[in-house]
């Protein structure tokens, strides 16, 4: 079964659709290799038979997707057009990828949200409005894969996606503000959420692991400042890996790892590599 992952935010603008679009395209496919492309999908909706392995990338931001404008994509088919087949009941299969289009090459897929907020708020309340009864019954029509769906800030609907979610990854700044509001909410998404973890990006005056404790989550994962690695993967260029410091990327896949280690049947998981809690990758090095 393809799993759900949901990005959201509590306030600001920390960075979670940059995160969600790291863990779309840096997600491993059960192998580990990078998918084989059988999830193509066209604006004539053709799209994998059981989508085994794809990566989806949905975005449901009420405040409108800019994921299609970073990679020049069109914003149809995206969140509308799988809206409004939700709606009707027309489609059955895994609808998701039906709507979707190519993100990486090969790899990955995008449904993007509308730019205008209006439209996107439409398309995500109707999804949500007609139950997630369809985007589970996608997700199980395929045997493997991921859907990482970015909600934005997360309000009452926003919430109920979380709820529907295998894991919820909340991402906040590191400030002392930041972090004062995800305390406040934190009671609340842990009880809607199966599991949550939160994602800290840039400075923060405080150890992640001391957050974590503070705030009760198993994990609590830094994602440097890092314009550089932001700037290519806006545009789907490779990450420059640099030695001897701690990288965006690097920590994505960290994130990713410790999400995967949650979210997948024990039969998927992969061994966690020594580097998971190696002090060159975890949070203790860029605190
Ligand atoms: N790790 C990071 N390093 C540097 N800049 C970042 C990072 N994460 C996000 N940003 C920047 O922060 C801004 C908001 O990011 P975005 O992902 O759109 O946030 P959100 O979806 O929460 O509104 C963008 O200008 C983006 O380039
Ligand atoms: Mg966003």
Partial sequence: MRRMVVVASVKGA?????????????????????????????????????????????????????VAAWRGLSQS?????LAAAVRHGSDSGDLIARWAQPLTKPGALLVPAPASAAQARAGSELLARNSFAAVRGANEAASSGVLVVDVGRLGPVETSWAGAADALVLVCKGGVDALAHVAAAIEDLKAAASWMCLAVVGPCPYPMAEIARNLGLDRVQHLPWDPDAVDALRRGAPPRRRRGRHTLPAAMEDLIREVRRHVELPAARPAAPPSAESPTHGWESHR
Avoid: F, I, N
């Fill in 77 to 81: 088919p995206g969140l509308l057009d």
């Fill in 14 to 66: 920390p960075g979670a659709t940059t995160t969600a679009l790291a863990l779309a395209t840096q997600w491993p496919t059960v192998d580990g290799e990078a998918p084989t492309g059988r999830g193509r999908s066209t604006s004539t909706g053709t799209s994998a038979s059981d989508g085994a392995g794809v990566r989806l990338l949905l975005e449901a931001d009420p405040s409108g997707g800019d």
